[in-house]
């Protein structure tokens, strides 16, 4: 099967997807169903849909009543238009099925360390984990349930600031209100010179995070 790749800068400029967003290389929806049940008969019409396009997302059903989906082209490792075609199809599905779209309900973790050698730490994080390595840097739970974790090298020691950090990407368009929020929460912003790819905040205790998009990447 042939694919062609979308970017992010094209699915911005593409119509009927409001109710999905771009996180980490895929498209992301929630879908709030009137009960637990109805979110369940939603997933199974979301399934089949899947079946009939040989095109399978991550389906998951959460209480009371949500079924968030994320999609992405599994032999590519992007997003492609096999991918859109199918979020333009789910969103008629729910609406068929009176499900409320919450788009900025999408959100992708990511566990980050800092390192001086990535090679030595790597496979330890990847046994006490159980994940598989993916790449030079990544590791990624096989189950698909897990946060990926990845390792930043370093070319020197880091001893003033924690090697930890948690990268949150959120939707652009609520990436300044997360910001503000933490700010309110007693946080500070480190540095902003990536805006608007991340920005990096902290804790009072200095404890790291930084607040992701797919803008300016």
Do not use: K
Not at 2 to 27: I, N
Not at 30 to 48: G, H, I, N, Y
Not at 62 to 85: F, S
Request: net charge negative; aromatic share 8%.
């Amino acid at each position: 099967m042939q694919y062609t790749t979308v970017t992010p800068e094209e699915l911005e400029a593409l119509d009927g997807l409001d109710e999905w967003r771009h996180l980490l290389g895929a498209l992301h929806a929630t879908f709030r169903a009137r009960s637990f049940p109805a979110a369940a008969e939603l997933a199974v019409a979301f399934a089949d849909a899947a079946e009939r396009a040989v095109h399978h997302p991550d389906l998951e059903i959460r209480y009371p009543g949500r079924v968030h989906v994320v999609l992405t082209t599994h032999e590519t490792g992007g997003l492609t238009t096999a991918d859109v075609d199918l979020a333009r199809e789910y969103g008629a599905i729910a609406a068929e099925a009176g499900a409320t779209a919450e788009p900025h309900a999408a959100e992708a973790i990511e566990i980050a360390l800092d390192t001086m050698d990535v090679d030595a730490i790597r496979p330890f994080w990847a046994a006490v984990l159980d994940y598989r390595e993916e790449g030079e840097v990544n590791l990624v739970d096989p189950r698909r349930a897990g946060p990926p974790m990845w390792f930043q090298q370093m070319d020197e020691p880091r001893t003033e600031r924690g090697r930890f950090h948690i990268d949150i990407t959120v939707p652009h368009d609520i990436a300044e209100q997360r910001i503000a929020a933490a700010l309110a929460a007693g946080g500070r912003i480190v540095s902003d010179a990536h805006a608007r790819s991340w920005w990096v905040l902290a804790d009072a205790d200095g404890n790291e995070a930084c607040i992701c998009t797919w803008q300016d990447r």
